[in-house]
């Protein structure tokens, strides 16, 4: 649960068994994106350790490196740019493969640095017991997150983020 998440190398990139799995995990994924940065908002403001959050990109397996770079230096270039020649930047970058964001809260107490990452905290909610280091495993929705009808059941989400992100802290003291 604690590391530091190297772009498709370690992360876990999920994989379901049917298509209503997925869009149960659709359905839960923001809520419990939100509920797991709040929930870890208010552990810090109690706790010794202060975070900062980082970005990082995972990129499809078959993006080649020339095309990363490229993106890397439009983005950068965009950044930079006279507001003139931003929009013909943006076209450029819109016509290349897009990398997705990953998130790692970095951890500092006094000489120690630990680090989270948040995507593995939100399938630890959203799943039953993702295996994180498995390359592309198949999931099973916890679907006790859902409702009758199938909606969040925003109790069972808070409190299942809540005991998740109380166990990352517990395990920063080991």
Sequence with gaps: MLKRCQPLL???????????AWQQSELLMQPVYIRTIDNLRKV???????????????????????TRAQFALLQQEVRTAAPQDVEELEMALAKLPAPF??????????????SIDLWDLCYQVCFVDPD?????????????????????DWTALEAKTKQIVQQAFATLEA
Excluded: H
């Excluded at 970005?55 to 020339?66: F, G, L, Q």
């Excluded at 964001?101 to 630990?114: D, F, I, Q, R």
């Design 10 to 20: 370690t992360c876990m990139k999920p994989k379901f068994a049917t298509t209503i």
């Design 44 to 66: 810090l403001e109690e706790s010794p350790w202060k975070g900062d959050y980082q970005e990082y990109r995972i990129w499809a397996d078959d993006i080649p490196e020339e």
């Design 101 to 114: 964001s990953g998130y790692n809260l970095v951890l500092t107490n006094g000489m120690v640095e630990k």
């Design 132 to 152: 994180l280091s498995a390359e592309a495993p198949i999931v099973t929705v916890d679907t006790t997150l859902l409702d009758e009808e199938g909606e969040v």
